[in-house]
């Protein structure tokens, strides 16, 4: 073969070992979330906002790695509603949590969010239509999400603790279990109170699990639609929300940068030529 030729073929070989770049199996976990909250009584009369709380709020955004937390200690507050007491709350104990070890460059992490209440007594309406308790005071009410993994496996998980829950609606009484499936909404059809939904260990995923991923729990939601809290009190919509958390992760690929693995070459083959 003409030695010319040979060598024109061969100098492009490290021209394409350059322009090909090497696929790394790599990423990065760019982002995490993570909140906690104790307690939220987030109600409406006609126009009027007559909720009370947050109480007890956590909250990270990461990179950089952070944790916070919070807590509120003998709570014990009055549902009003233009000076006329639509109910209450007290707790012994209000905590919120949150933590994420995102630094912006580990191709793997974690993120995670608590809220918890501790000695619950709630009451809302005439005769305390709607009332919700712990047994006892060191009885908690409690949900954790989390969110761990890197890209292309990402993965959130929730759960919820509920001890020695008891829920009053109209006169019926519903002891509540210590741990609930996800998403489990109560039957309290036999209240008779209308407007009145109750879901339990309430849990919204979000995200693709290959380059995010959110989970948010809440250890109960009683949701009320135009309820009437009896005698002169009205009408309310709205929501009480106990234990919340959330916790989310975002990640990307890494492609490794092109290496050429060819550029030495290519230069000694051109001071051949010109020698």
Do not use: C, H
């Amino acid at each position: 073969m003409n030695k010319s030729v040979t060598n024109r073929r061969l100098w492009f070989l490290p021209l394409v070992a350059f322009l090909s770049p090497v696929e790394a199996a790599t990423s990065i976990v760019t982002s995490g979330s993570a909140s906690g909250l104790g307690m939220d009584v987030d109600l409406s009369l006609l126009v009027l906002d007559v909720g009370v709380g947050p109480f007890a709020e956590a909250d990270v955004s990461a990179p950089s790695p952070d944790t916070d937390s919070a807590q509120v200690l003998g709570l014990n507050v009055d549902i009003v509603a233009t000076l006329v007491t639509l109910g209450s709350v007290q707790a012994a104990a209000l905590d919120a949590s949150a933590s994420s070890n995102i630094d912006g460059f580990s191709a793997t992490g974690n993120s995670t969010g608590a809220g918890s209440v501790t000695g619950l007594s709630f009451s809302l309406g005439t005769g305390g239509l709607i009332s919700l308790s712990t047994g006892g005071a060191g009885d908690v009410i409690s949900s954790t999400s989390s969110s761990s993994g890197s890209y292309g496996s990402l993965s959130s998980i929730g759960t919820s603790t509920l001890e020695n829950v008891t829920l009053n609606i109209g006169s019926t009484s519903f002891n509540l279990s210590s741990t609930y499936s996800p998403n489990t909404e109560l039957n309290v059809s036999a209240a008779g109170v209308a407007g009145v939904r109750v879901f339990l260990n309430e849990q919204t995923v979000s995200g693709d699990g290959i380059s995010d991923s959110y989970m948010t729990t809440n250890a109960i939601r009683i949701d009320v639609d135009a309820v009437d809290l009896g005698g002169s009190l009205g009408i309310v919509s709205g929501d009480i929300i106990i234990g919340q958390s959330m916790s989310g992760l975002d990640a990307i690929p890494e492609p490794q940068a092109a290496v050429s693995i060819g550029l030495a070459g290519m230069l000694l083959l051109l001071r051949r030529r010109k020698s």
